[in-house]
Structure formats: structure tokens, C-alpha cells
């Protein structure tokens, strides 16, 4: 029994995966460069900037973008995304993500970077800013506040949907005389048909030819721009199950009279 919740236990922590870093010169270019940009240096931001990036109308918009910056120093920044791509014969593109907080607001500095082959320098291609007051980035939160019912409804299937699997995982170590508990164990955790809700926003993605493992899962991207997405699953077995429709053994039969 001991061994079949271990299995469980090791099969769900499989489920992890691992990121690659993001580039330590890739990180520094693009610090640079929203420094530069906020200080009004044009001359070395364009010098960092491929050929594109160095027309003449560049320094209006360089301009204009910080005009829209929080006054003051940021207190702190993090890396909240980042994807590579490489270009056989050619280079290297990766796309960064860094957030900036003023305390009153938040910034969010996306640039795509290259590097041809051979080559030991990035040059920024592109750069996107965002910046918004902490009252605007509030709807972003993982909190209750301010909720839909049906939103509260779904919240509910989410944290349920996982307990109801549990207890009938218990139910299928209890049962004796249960034949073959090491398949009906795992078999506990699976759900049909796949929910996705934007919990800032109330959407709902639905699918409804999907089989899921497990089902409920909390994700966001780290940054305070985006929001949080909570996934479940109905828990169809583990309510077959709870329900004694399966994995419910017969009763043996009465002894017959002597």
C-alpha cells in the first residue's frame, strides 16, 4: 500500500521541467538599455541598437517613451520572461522580459535581441515598454476580492477536484478485497474535459475532449503585468469511485446453512 502512494507520489513530481537561463550578457544589454533610455542617452542606446534601430525619427521615439517613466530610480528588477531561438547559419534571437518597480508603479522592458554567428555582442532589434500605476496592476492579483459568482463557482471545482481524488485514493488503499489497487490508484487522479480561467478577466477556456492528470494548477508568468490562469478538471473517476460505481469489489455471498 506504502509502495503504491510512493509511485503516486513520484509520478505527479515528474510533471516539473526545467527552464534555461537566460543570458547574462543578453540580461546586462537590455539593463543598459532601459538606463540609457531613461537617462536621455540617445547617442550610446543607438550605438547598442542594430542598423534599423539608428534612423534619425529613433531619437523622437526614444524621447517620447521617456516622457511615460516613473520619476526616480526603480527599487528593484527581475527577469520575468525569456525565450531563445536559434537560426542555423545565422545567429541567435532572445526575446527578454525585465520588470522595474517605483514602488507607485511598474515598468516592463521587453527587447529582442541578435547575435550573429561568430559574433560575441548583442544588438537589440527591437524594444517594447509598458508602464502602470499599482492600482492598475491590482486586477492582476491571485485574490478573491471583487469576483464573479461564477468565478467563486469555479474556484470551487478547482480546490474540490483535487480533495475528491485524494479521499478516493483513500478509498482504494481501504477497500478489501479490491483487486488490483495498483491500477485503480492512479486512475484516481484522472479528470475529462479541461477548464482554463483568466482570473483577472473571467474567460474561460474550455475543452472538452481533454484528459487530465491530476487537473488543477496555478500558473503565471512571474510578472505583475500579467495575470494569474487557474486550470481544472472534472474528477470523474474519483466520483465513480467515491460513489462506489467502481472499484467497489462484490460482497461475498452469504454462507451457506449447515
Excluded at 109 to 129: P, S, Y
Amino acid at each position: 500500500m506504502r509502495r503504491v502512494a510512493l509511485i503516486i507520489l513520484l509520478a505527479l513530481a515528474a510533471v516539473a521541467c526545467q527552464s534555461v537561463k537566460a543570458d547574462p550578457d543578453a540580461v546586462s544589454l537590455t539593463r543598459t538599455i532601459y538606463d540609457e533610455l531613461r537617462l536621455g542617452q540617445e547617442a550610446t542606446l543607438a550605438a547598442h541598437a542594430s542598423a534599423a534601430m539608428q534612423r534619425p525619427q529613433a531619437a523622437a521615439q526614444f524621447a517620447k517613451l521617456r516622457g511615460v517613466l516613473p520619476p526616480g530610480e526603480p527599487r528593484s528588477m527581475k527577469v520575468v520572461g525569456q525565450a531563445v531561438r536559434d537560426i542555423p547559419g545565422k545567429g541567435r534571437i532572445e526575446a527578454l522580459s525585465l520588470e522595474y518597480d517605483y514602488g507607485a508603479a511598474k515598468t516592463l522592458f521587453q527587447t529582442r535581441l541578435f547575435r550573429a554567428q561568430g559574433a560575441q555582442d548583442w544588438r537589440v532589434v527591437a524594444f517594447n515598454l509598458r508602464v502602470a500605476s499599482a492600482k492598475e496592476l491590482a486586477v492582476n492579483r491571485l485574490s478573491p476580492v471583487g469576483k464573479s459568482p461564477l468565478q467563486y463557482i469555479y474556484l470551487a471545482l478547482a480546490l474540490s477536484s483535487p480533495l475528491m481524488m485524494l479521499a478516493a485514493l483513500v478509498k482504494v488503499l481501504r477497500t478489501p478485497g479490491l483487486t488490483y489497487k495498483w491500477a485503480w490508484a492512479p486512475l484516481c487522479f484522472v479528470g475529462l474535459i479541461g477548464f482554463q480561467q483568466n482570473w483577472a478577466t473571467g474567460q474561460t477556456l474550455v475543452v472538452w475532449n481533454s484528459v487530465q492528470v491530476f487537473g488543477p494548477w496555478l500558473s503565471n508568468t512571474g510578472s505583475a503585468f500579467d495575470p494569474w490562469f487557474i486550470t481544472a478538471t472534472v474528477p470523474l473517476i474519483a466520483l465513480l469511485v467515491l460513489g462506489g460505481v467502481l472499484a467497489n469489489p462484490p460482497r461475498a455471498g452469504a454462507k451457506a446453512a449447515v
